[in-house]
């Protein structure tokens, strides 16, 4: 008897967690919201995007949008990729014509990153609601091939309005590249960046004027 309440207990347990991770699964879907913020399929882009730190006469590495390395994502036909040599791997900031402006509170961002296996790094540059510039730390470049690599905003800057329901926006504007030995020995250093993603959720307002309510 008392075996059959034990089993009892626990199968009416058991049950209670999967309820209770299937109401929160649910409960997350309401609240937030996963969307492509950009795929560089539209993108406008000219050499007035990019810039390197190297001596005058130094050649300069390639950046352009690459129909032949993009990622295993259902209709992508381009991603953004640069391309280094031995002679042009130097630090490189990407900053598109265009921001991505959120005027949510952004949990998380997702980046399919493809890498060449090399020393380098890749991270964001995002910007405050004063125009403040963020470098935020995304990946090492130490692997092959094609990665997602997420990012938690939430934990890595304030996105608080100065005053409350301002709804002042947040924006992302770009990358930087940093090679970690500037001597790397490797003939050609491969970052391409696909289809990204990110998951928001709408900015804590205050309550409206009960009044409010009955009108």
């Known amino acids: 008897m008392v075996r059959f309440v034990?089993?009892?207990?626990?199968?009416?347990f058991a049950c209670f967690s999967v309820f209770?991770?299937?109401s929160q699964d649910e409960w997350k879907k309401v609240i937030f919201k996963t969307y492509t913020i950009l795929d560089f399929e539209t993108i406008l882009m000219s050499k007035d995007n990019w810039r390197v730190r190297k001596y005058k006469d130094d050649p300069l590495p390639e950046v352009y949008l690459s129909q032949?390395?993009?990622a295993p994502i259902p209709g992508s036909r381009k991603a953004l990729l640069f391309r280094?040599?031995?002679l042009t791997n130097y630090p490189l900031e990407f900053i598109f014509s265009e921001p991505v402006e959120f005027q949510e509170t952004i949990q998380e961002m997702e980046f399919p990153i493809y890498s060449s296996k090399s020393s380098g790094t890749l991270s964001i540059?995002?910007?405050t609601?004063?125009?403040?510039?963020?470098k935020i730390f995304l990946t090492n470049l130490?692997?092959?091939?094609?990665?997602?690599k997420k990012v938690n905003l939430s934990r890595k800057m304030n996105q608080s309005d100065p005053v409350l329901n301002s709804k002042l926006p947040l924006r992302f504007i770009g990358f930087v590249y940093e090679p970690n030995n500037v001597s790397d020995s490797i003939s050609e250093i491969l970052v391409g960046i696909d289809d990204i993603t990110a998951t928001t959720r709408k900015k804590y307002r205050t309550l409206p004027d009960p009044a409010s309510l009955l009108e």
């Open 6 to 12: 034990f089993f009892s207990l626990l199968g009416a």
């Open 20 to 22: 209770a991770q299937a």
């Open 68 to 70: 032949n390395i993009t």
């Open 84 to 86: 280094f040599t031995e």
């Open 125 to 127: 540059i995002m910007q």
């Open 129 to 134: 609601y004063d125009y403040k510039n963020v």
């Open 142 to 148: 130490n692997y092959r091939g094609w990665q997602n």
